[in-house]
């Protein structure tokens, strides 16, 4: 059984950077792959970024190409997202997301693991 425990979210302003951390247990890392989720007002759990398990491939949405960066330490059982020029549509509770046959943009339901979510609040 996978736990995943995300942290780093908070309240920023617009044009703000955050980065949201997520450490894994209860398994070998280095075999998942991660994503992170976000899931606004809207109430849709929608994928944002994520990254092969060897760390060689990410992927973004496309609303957050440029500005966020994924990144993994396979040495430390931790993926982090970079979040920068923050935006108030990026407000949500963040989703750290895991699967041990799949990575990159998927539908929600088809990653197994998930932390309990952090939230991210971007207003001035």
């Known amino acids: 059984q996978v736990q995943l425990v995300e942290s780093g979210g908070g309240v920023v302003q617009p044009g703000s950077s955050l980065t949201l951390s997520c450490a894994a247990s209860?398994?070998?890392?280095?075999?998942?792959?991660m994503a992170w989720f976000r899931q606004g007002p809207e109430k849709e759990r929608k994928f944002v970024s994520g990254?092969?398990?060897?760390?060689?491939?990410?992927y973004y949405v496309d609303s957050v190409k440029g500005r966020f960066n994924i990144a993994r330490d396979n040495t430390k059982n931790s993926v982090h997202l970079h979040m920068n020029s923050l935006k108030p549509e990026d407000t949500a509770v963040y989703y750290c997301?895991?699967?041990?046959?799949?990575?990159?943009?998927?539908?929600?339901?088809?990653?197994?693991?998930w932390g309990q979510g952090t939230q991210v609040t971007v207003s001035s």
């Open positions: 997301a895991a699967s041990t046959m799949i990575s990159g943009n998927r539908p929600f339901y088809e990653y197994d693991y």
């Open positions: 209860g398994h070998t890392f280095s075999n998942l792959g």
């Open positions: 990254i092969s398990a060897s760390g060689i491939s990410t």
